[in-house]
């Protein structure tokens, strides 16, 4: 298994569609306006085909959110935005006028609230839909750059795919273009295929 059919990459993207749903109403709530997620696409590839161009990197510095997800299948999930997004936001979500420089004492907290948010909304209604449980670690924030994103990726052989979703995110009407990416075993891509295939059984 090294890739999904187009139904079952369909069936992610409605699954996930319904978790950045329920992110965004927990974030409206956190920042006092309208906030939409949407996740327009979702892929599946090898961790040897991972490049800039299929996260959008460009040569400036990242925000990552990362989190170990458990159960029927694991997954460690990076929340990915670059670090000048990553302040925008966090700006947005404290309504602040403060500086760069100030907002960056928030940067982390905010963010690991922003990423856990967002992680457990996704990945919650993927186990509702799909019928399992998953466990989740705290999240942590890191600052790097693209190079050492595409590095962590790939490095990892126990997790040689990754399942990438492709995020639009707007607070107040500012729109942030994100990705949220999935490192996945071979069984874990697996046992996660076999779950969709059942879910959609009932109805093709």
């Given at each position: 298994?090294?890739?999904?059919?187009?139904?079952?990459?369909?069936?992610?993207?409605?699954?996930?569609?319904?978790?950045?749903?329920?992110?965004?109403?927990?974030?409206?709530?956190?920042?006092?306006?309208?906030?939409?997620?949407?996740?327009?696409?979702?892929?599946?590839?090898?961790?040897?085909?991972?490049?800039?161009?299929?996260?959008?990197?460009?040569?400036?510095?990242?925000?990552?959110?990362?989190?170990?997800?458990?159960?029927?299948?694991?997954?460690?999930?990076?929340?990915l935005?670059?670090?000048?997004?990553?302040?925008?936001?966090?700006?947005?979500?404290?309504?602040?006028?403060?500086?760069?420089?100030?907002?960056?004492?928030?940067?982390?907290?905010?963010?690991?609230?922003?990423?856990?948010?967002?992680?457990?909304?996704c990945?919650?209604?993927?186990?509702?839909?799909?019928?399992?449980?998953?466990?989740?670690?705290?999240?942590?924030?890191?600052?790097a750059?693209?190079?050492?994103?595409?590095?962590?990726?790939?490095?990892?052989?126990?997790?040689?795919?990754?399942?990438?979703?492709?995020?639009?995110?707007?607070?107040?009407?500012?729109?942030?273009?994100?990705?949220?990416?999935?490192?996945?075993?071979?069984?874990?891509?697996?046992?996660?295929?076999?779950h969709?295939?059942?879910?959609?059984?009932?109805?093709?």
């Amino acid at each position: 298994m090294n890739s999904l059919n187009e139904l079952q990459l369909d069936a992610l993207t409605e699954v996930f569609s319904i978790g950045a749903g329920r992110a965004a109403l927990s974030l409206s709530e956190i920042v006092g306006d309208e906030v939409r997620i949407s996740v327009p696409s979702v892929q599946v590839i090898s961790s040897n085909d991972i490049s800039s161009t299929t996260l959008s990197l460009n040569s400036g510095r990242f925000g990552a959110v990362s989190q170990n997800f458990s159960g029927p299948f694991n997954a460690e999930a990076l929340l990915l935005f670059t670090e000048e997004q990553a302040l925008k936001i966090v700006s947005d979500m404290m309504d602040s006028q403060m500086s760069l420089e100030e907002l960056a004492e928030f940067e982390h907290e905010a963010m690991c609230e922003l990423g856990n948010i967002i992680l457990n909304a996704c990945l919650s209604a993927m186990a509702d839909m799909l019928n399992f449980t998953l466990d989740s670690s705290l999240p942590n924030y890191t600052v790097a750059s693209a190079d050492d994103i595409l590095t962590r990726l790939k490095k990892n052989t126990n997790q040689p795919y990754i399942m990438i979703l492709h995020i639009d995110l707007a607070i107040e009407n500012q729109r942030t273009a994100g990705n949220l990416v999935f490192l996945l075993s071979s069984a874990s891509l697996n046992n996660l295929v076999t779950h969709i295939d059942q879910f959609l059984d009932p109805i093709s």
